[in-house]
């Protein structure tokens, strides 16, 4: 039992990770109905950035993260100014490949940027622990699920109940129809962009935070493991993203613990998310929680 | 009358022209003026450019590859040729789209949000909502249903009442009797007329001439992306090519 709450625990908190990165997937496509693959990118120069201002620099961790999810928002309303923009009326694929380049780009400037090796960041729960009876708690396990759950009612608030977050959803249906009412497509656009880019910093120290603080121009490409994620939940769904996130944490952390199949190799337990997003989506295509299509007949 | 404030049409459209792409040219020296709170009907066979033409006065040719390429479009005298079609609603326009267009995903109520998205007072969205479930009362009992389970008729007068919300100067209309029963249209058309008597004014885009004669106080017939006929609509209904060519008498 106390081998299941461990993993449980373990697994909510992977899961959490994996939502925190999804959400920031959701909200372009929500609002674009393109798929963002820039947007591992952004998680990764998020917490080199935050490492940036506050171990290297010196910074107040908090002051840290607040500030680089502002610089990051602004990155994110820039890139989507220049290159996604100009793409508008183009087909969705186009726009799909160009964010996988933006992907690649950035991972390539913090390669040159950050060139030393072993950078490890700071942060305030440092690799602290705390015994629950049998259960052992890590605080970034706990600081995530805390951070998780508030940029989830805080989407889930502003896309429910704010005329921006409104327009967003409109503009995602139909662009044109959208404009009729008077809802700026171009501002739909650019503010998707420039929430997913600013709470890409908080996926981000959250999954270096996990692994012990090593930091890696790799995170990005871990951070599609939240792929999976997303589409279990449902692309345009945050409530979706967050249940997609952790039922692909359990998934993982538990047939990690639990799934004895050897004889297929090592590592299975990457595999699994992927089964399982294959199962999910033969049994209902929009994921989980996904919008279904309107049909009538 | 010159010089009188009051005798500022709501719309004005001078030698118009449109044109898709390099060369298809849809719209030749259009003109057309929509007096305040007049209901005028735009009549005219399929591809005489009368989409085009609400397009081009709503700011939605760039979403067609289309631009204007001569003439003007003045709103209570004001040019607006260049307006974006946010600023365009903000500025007392607004219009239901051809095929309805609702948000098929939304609710209906979050439909009527969206049509409202230029308000800032909540308050007043709240109660223009009101009244717009006052007068479709079919809406009101599924505010919270997805609005693309409406029936057809349902789904346009959701369109209409989220054109609504923002509480337009001008209303225009693009054959909202499309594809709906002869019992449907009728309904439609009576709320069009109670919109106008309402005191909005509205320019009303039909093939279903019969339906919008009826309703409307002006007429313009578009041919060929040009204006072949503009009158009173009951000179109109009496015209012997109004009558031979849209009115179905052969």
Do not use: C
């Not at chain 1, 087909?91 to 913090?110: N, S």
């Amino acid at each position: 039992m106390d081998k299941f709450l461990q993993l449980l625990l373990s697994g909510v908190a992977l899961g959490g990770i994996y939502a925190l990165v999804a959400l920031g997937f959701v909200v372009i496509y929500k609002a674009s109905g393109a798929f963002n693959f820039a947007q591992g990118g952004f998680v990764t120069l998020g917490v080199y950035l935050v490492y940036q201002f506050g171990t290297d620099w010196g910074l107040p961790f908090w002051l840290a993260l607040v500030l680089v999810m502002i610089i990051m928002a602004a990155v994110g309303m820039f890139l989507e100014r220049l290159v996604i923009r100009p793409m508008v009326g183009k087909p969705t694929f186009t726009v799909v490949l160009i964010t996988l380049g933006l992907l690649l780009i950035i991972e390539q400037v913090v390669r040159s940027v950050w060139t030393s090796p072993g950078l490890v960041l700071e942060v305030p729960w440092g690799n602290g622990r705390s015994r629950l009876g049998e259960v052992t708690l890590r605080h970034s396990d706990l600081w995530t699920m805390v951070a998780g759950a508030a940029l989830l009612a805080a989407f889930f608030v502003f896309f429910r109940y704010s005329r921006t977050g409104l327009g967003m959803r409109a503009t995602a249906l139909d662009q044109e129809a959208a404009a009729a009412q008077g809802i700026s497509v171009a501002r739909s656009f650019a503010v998707s962009w420039a929430v997913a880019a600013g709470v890409a910093p908080v996926a981000g120290v959250m999954l270096v935070s996990r692994g012990g603080g090593a930091l890696s121009p790799a995170i990005g490409f871990v951070a599609l493991a939240a792929f999976p994620a997303m589409i279990l939940g449902g692309l345009d769904s945050a409530g979706g993203a967050v249940l997609g996130g952790v039922l692909i944490g359990l998934a993982e952390i538990m047939s990690q613990g639990y799934l004895d199949v050897s004889w297929l190799g090592s590592n299975v337990e990457v595999v699994v998310p992927y089964v399982l997003m294959v199962l999910v989506l033969l049994w209902r295509p929009e994921g989980l929680l996904g919008t279904r299509r309107v049909e009538r007949v | 009358m010159v010089g009188d404030g009051s005798a500022t049409p709501v719309l004005e459209v001078r030698g118009l022209s449109v044109r898709y792409g390099p060369a298809l040219t849809v719209l030749r020296g259009v003109d057309l003026e929509v007096p305040a709170g007049a209901i005028v009907a735009l009549l005219g066979p399929n591809g005489a450019g009368k989409t085009t033409l609400l397009r081009a006065l709503t700011g939605l040719l760039p979403f067609h590859h289309g631009r204007v390429t001569g003439g003007e479009v003045l709103l209570e005298g004001d040019p607006v040729r260049r307006t974006s079609a946010s600023a365009l609603v903000r500025r007392g326009m607004a219009q239901v789209m051809e095929g309805r267009r609702i948000f098929a995903e939304l609710t209906v109520e979050e439909n009527l949000r969206a049509g409202a998205v230029t308000v800032r007072d909540r308050r007043r969205v709240v109660a223009v909502m009101g009244e717009t479930f006052e007068m479709f009362p079919q809406l009101a009992g599924r505010r919270g249903d997805q609005a693309g389970y409406l029936s057809g008729g349902e789904q346009q007068m959701l369109a209409i009442g989220r054109a609504l919300m923002s509480s337009p100067k001008l209303l225009l209309l693009d054959e909202p009797s499309l594809g709906l029963a002869p019992r449907i249209t009728e309904q439609i058309a009576e709320r069009i007329r109670v919109v106008g008597a309402a005191g909005t004014t509205v320019l009303l885009v039909e093939q279903n001439a019969a339906m919008a004669l009826a309703i409307a106080e002006t007429a313009y017939v578009l041919q060929a992306g040009q204006v072949a006929m503009s009158g009173p609509a009951a000179v109109l209904r009496d015209d012997s090519d109004v009558q031979r060519l849209y009115l179905g008498d052969g």
